[in-house]
């Protein structure tokens, strides 16, 4: 079982670091890491400032000469020694600062304002109120009893004693913080001294204690963070759970905000059971290049007896002329690492993990890839020969040419080489290409695109059986002719609605050839869908080509509404029939006999308001049984309301349904569910149910989750608690991202009080 028990982050105006950067896993300068989400009305008589950016580079700069003062007031008194007393109204502004009072007295030997009674003071960054104060040229403002905001965040507090430095640096003695209104106290921060550098952008505090609902649950002896929307280094909130695989556990997150563009942040955690991880990831971001590392290392785990890490890149450079390289590289040391420290049967059911660096070009006529592509093999399970084959290296260049009127003629070619390695069984090389010669005709409704070419695949061979040949060819013309027509016509007593009639037929032919002799690396024969009954092969992957003499239909009906032009359904059937009974299969399948195919339907409908369906069949009409079925049904009347229902079917392999949703049962409350039922086995393979309150400043969410692990069956259960606060940031279990994974139409954003 996963805790993970909720706790405040004091981000934006207390701790060091930003946390929800690194938690939305976004490039360093991608995205301001203060932002803050819907938050509750400013307390009342707040004033909007507009707010000066700061300049690009955060060091301090000198300050400028001081503005002159200019001063307006309902009365005045002036003495021969140059003293006065003003009242009424009075307004002392120097600059972008405005001091208000009912009566001031002016001091001409210093230069300086004091404040008996109330007094209010404003500039771009913050607006106090105090029951006292004092406001000199040379030296800033003081107040006593002191109630300030800060409108840019938005947020408020408190300060026994606060001064305003001509420098910029706001000083606060005995300070309260809250994001909260005037009226609500649910959270706040309560301080010994807190110093705001309103030029460096920047703060920090001492003595610093975060008080939920008059509960104290965190001290800070130190705290730094930043006034905009600047990363600042410094420690994070830390993180406590327990795990039934591993017991209780503690993270403490240290941040770097190394430079503008570049970011780390150091996780170690330390397991009861099995030791410390030393995690942590960087984040880069260049004018052309964005990447992100991710770093695990638990040295001598106690309970599996070995080291264990984890390493994750992920790199991309954008280059002139098009050029651009992408590296997406993913290591574990064990195939336990997904079971111990997975949270979910998403992660349970990685079977594989891939290094990939490639290269590619792109421009109006080429597509060119080069790639380095390997795996490592998480179920330990698979026996050798079935683990997939490294292509070490891969080549394509696949080219596009539109010649005269309209660009009738098309000339194109697709040619791949690449080599394949893999401990055992046959590696080789193999060289693939196809160069393709058509036309493309087409007018009001309708098209018609015969083409031609020429396939040729040779292979040079390592590890073959004795007396095999090791350098095996394929050659094969082919041709296809793709057809299409839209009907379309008004529909309803009014014309309100429009309606599309849409056939289309594909003939093909490929003449038959003996391709036993040729190995398998990486072709395989996909589920048969819509996509795929239009496909000029009836494989994915070099390794064989289909022959085909045969033709398919099918055809597309949508209807719209005439004025918004919003779809109602759109319904699509076909079915390929074949001249000549296909002949080429895959090692260990049997021949087949049939004439035509299995019929595939899939059916996008909008029935009414905030209802949908999606429906999607393939049938057998030999055995007259459906080989593979799913029904989708969601209502969404609003950002706040989703359910959904579903079935999933496929013969000899699964049959499941589905129920998830999220629902407000309130003003403040709302719930989460789903569950995945396994109705071949009577058993559930994941539920979870979870319940959210959502106060005017802060958000509580709890969810329970149990599992089933997809590769060795082991149940796990997890409960995540997650904490958040408006305007600043969360802690716990980041729940957004896997509520929006498992609730489809569900977004986080919509349900944010």
Known sequence: MRLFPAAVLFVCAALPGTPALHAQQAAPAERPVAESPRVCPLPTGAVTAQVRRPPPDPARTEPAAPAEIDISSDNAVLGVDGNATLSGDVRVTQGDRELRAGSVEYDARRNAFSVKGAVEYRDPLVRARGLSGDYAQSEGANFSGAEFELPQRPARGTAEQMHVGLDGVIELQRVTFTTCPRDDASWQIEARDISLDTQRRTGSGRSAQIQFKGVPILYLPYISFPLGSERKSGFLFPNVGHTTRSGAQLTVPWYWNARPNIDVTLEPTLYQRRGLDFGGEARWLFERQVGALRVNLLPGDDLAGIDRTRLRLDHRADFADNWRLRIAAEDVSDAGWFEDFAQGPEGTSIAFLERLAEVTYRDEFWRLRGEFQQYQTIDSGLAPEERPYARLPRLLANGAFNFGPNGLMSLGIESEIVNFDRPVGVTGWRLDAAPTVGLDL?????????????????????????????????????????????????????????????????????????????????????????????????????????????????????????????????????????????????????????????????????????????????????????????????????AERVLNFAYRFQRERLEQGEVSGAWPIGQRWNLFARMVYDLQDNQSLERFAGIEYKACCWRLRAVARRFVSSRTGERDTGIYLQLELNGLASVGTPADAFLERAIRGYTSSGLTY
């Open 442 to 638: 087409r007018g009001p409704g309708f098209y018609l695109r015969p083409s031609a070419g020429y396939r040729y695949t040779r292979y040079a061979l390592d590890d073959t059986a004795p007396g095999t040949d090791d350098a095996p060819t394929r050659s094969m013309p082919f041709a296809a002719l793709d057809a299409g027509l839209v009907f379309e016509r008004e529909a309803g007593t009014h014309g309100q609605r429009r309606v599309t009639l849409e056939p289309r037929l594909l003939y093909l032919y490929t003449p038959y050839r003996d391709q036993d002799a040729l190995p398998i690396f990486d072709t395989a024969r996909p589920d048969l869908n819509i996509v795929q009954l239009f496909s000029t092969n009836r494989f994915v992957g070099a390794d064989r080509v289909g022959d085909a003499n045969q033709v398919s239909v099918g055809v597309t009906t949508r209807l719209f509404d005439g004025r918004t032009q919003g779809q109602f359904l759109a319904a699509t059937f076909g079915q390929t029939f074949y001249f000549e009974t296909p002949r080429v299969v895959l090692p260990g399948e049997p021949p087949s006999t049939r004439r035509r195919s299995d019929v595939v339907a899939q059916l996008a409908l909008a029935p009414y308001r905030n209802w949908s369906v999606d429906m999607g069949l393939q049938w057998n009409p030999q055995s007259r049984d459906h080989e593979r079925s799913q029904v989708r049904v969601q209502y969404r009347p609003d």
